[in-house]
C-alpha cells in the first residue's frame, strides 16, 4: 500500500506541476494578445495619422500646382503679347506714341 500511495502522490505532484506550468503559459499567451492588440491599434493609429497628414500635404501640393500653372499661363500670355508688341514696325510705336487711342 505504501508504494501505490507513493506512485499516487508523485503522480498528483506531476499533474499539479504540468497544471501550473500550463495556467502559466495560458496567462502569458492572454498577455500576449493583449499587447498584440495594443500595438495593431497603435499601428492603425499612426497609420491614419500618417495618411491624414500625407493627404494634406498632397492637397496642399495640389494647390500650388494649380496656382503655378495660372502663373504660367498668365506669364505666357504677356510674353506673346510682348512678342507681338516686338513684332509691329517702328512706324506703328511712332504712330501710337504720338497718337495714343
Not at 503655378?68 to 512678342?83: D, F, H, I, P, S
Amino acid at each position: 500500500v505504501g508504494a501505490l500511495f507513493s506512485r499516487l502522490l508523485a503522480h498528483l505532484c506531476r499533474t499539479t506541476r504540468q497544471q501550473e506550468a500550463f495556467s502559466a503559459l495560458q496567462h502569458k499567451a492572454r498577455r500576449d494578445l493583449g499587447v498584440e492588440q495594443l500595438r495593431r491599434v497603435a499601428a492603425e493609429e499612426a497609420r491614419e495619422t500618417i495618411d491624414a497628414q500625407l493627404e494634406a500635404h498632397r492637397s496642399a501640393s495640389q494647390q500650388e500646382i494649380e496656382g503655378l500653372r495660372a502663373q504660367t499661363v498668365g506669364l505666357e500670355e504677356e510674353g506673346n503679347r510682348l512678342e507681338l508688341e516686338a513684332m509691329r514696325p517702328e512706324w506703328k510705336w511712332r504712330q501710337e506714341l504720338e497718337d495714343p487711342r
